[in-house]
């Protein structure tokens, strides 16, 4: 099916980006069309309780917050679909087409706000016990270990930072890294170093999540790199912070991205080198990746696009 009706403004992904971003074109009566992903909410539908979020001094859950976003865009009249997007054909001005199947739907501007994944180790009980011990975000949930043992996996800037916040709650806090050389700037490492509570242990990485008789984390079994010998170490939380995945295989080709597969943007807006085409959130972002920098990222990219289609004759 191909819609002859030209759109304003596509949104492509459904977290705090994609949807200020439809917020502020549905006020600016854009129209816009938002296509949110089949499993629409972003990381946030991951979370349990969000407490750094502006203006909830109380907390919400994830998806809770996911949904209110999702409602504030629709009361000023975003229009939503449901489905990832599969393809799209992007251009330096004109018309911009996006494809849902065998579905095509046309633009004037585009704003890609597909985000990120963290990395995940690929080991066993790592998914399962996602939220029930293992954590992809140490300033998230770092507050909920308080006077518990945990873990930090990685051996980058992340993993650092993760390490001495967490560490701030934590009893005691194992560095995992799978090497002895750290990826780290070297001072960050040094402030992980310096921190009292914190054990660096290299090389290991971990082999094996297991719950322990409340369904939660209890162990990991952790495997030396070089010796292959394994150690069980009992741990409250665990977090993986071993880097993240931008999602941009859908413009790969089409958009410029950078070595890691970040979009790369105007460094003082949210313009992508093609003309009409926008780049929001985690999508472009290496080092922030907080849902209010995402949402406040999604404002500037439909600012641009309201101001693109302003200023462009089609
Ligand atoms: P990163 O620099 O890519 O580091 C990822 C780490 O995870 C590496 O040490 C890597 O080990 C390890 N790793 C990857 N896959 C693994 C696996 N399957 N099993 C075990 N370990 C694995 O990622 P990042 O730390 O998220 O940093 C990303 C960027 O953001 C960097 O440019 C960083 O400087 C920046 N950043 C800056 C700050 C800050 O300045 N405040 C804070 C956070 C991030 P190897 O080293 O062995 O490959």
């Known amino acids: 099916m191909s819609s002859s009706e030209v759109e304003n403004l596509i949104i492509i992904g459904g977290g705090p980006a994609g949807y200020t971003a439809a917020l502020y074109a549905s006020r600016a009566e854009l129209n816009p069309l938002i296509f949110e992903g089949f499993q629409w909410g972003g990381q946030l539908q991951n979370t349990t309780d969000v407490e750094n979020y502006p203006g909830f001094p109380e907390g ?121 050389e750290f990826r780290a700037s070297a001072i960050m490492l040094e402030r992980a170093q310096a921190t009292p509570n914190i054990d660096l242990m290299t090389p290991y990485a971990p082999e094996e999540f297991i719950a322990g008789e409340d369904s939660s984390l209890a162990t990991v079994r952790l495997k030396h790199s070089e010796s292959g010998d394994t150690e069980d170490v009992p741990v409250d939380g665990v977090f993986v912070a071993i880097g993240h995945i931008p999602r941009s295989e859908v413009v790969a080709g089409q958009v410029d991205t950078d070595d890691e597969g970040y979009v790369i943007t105007d460094p003082v807006s949210t313009k992508t080198h093609l003309a009409g085409v926008f780049a929001v959130g985690d999508l472009v972002d290496h080092t922030y990746r907080q849902a209010v920098t995402a949402a406040g990222s999604g404002c500037r990219g439909a600012l641009d696009a309201e101001w693109y289609l302003r200023d462009t004759e089609f």
């Open 60 to 180: 919400i859950m994830g998806p809770e917050m996911m949904s209110r976003f999702r409602e504030q865009a629709e009361r000023f009249g975003t229009r939503f679909v449901s489905d990832d997007v599969d393809r799209v054909e992007l251009g330096d001005g004109g018309i911009q087409k996006v494809f849902v199947g065998d579905d095509e739907y046309r633009a004037k501007a585009v704003v890609l706000a597909m985000g990120a994944e963290p990395r995940r180790l690929g080991v066993p009980g790592e998914m399962e016990l996602m939220g029930r011990g293992i954590s992809t975000c140490g300033v998230c949930d770092g507050a909920f270990f308080k006077g518990r043992k945990t873990m930090v996996v990685g051996g980058g800037d992340s993993a650092m930072e993760d390490a001495v916040f967490v560490a701030k709650f934590a009893s005691d806090l194992s560095l995992v890294h799978r090497r002895d």
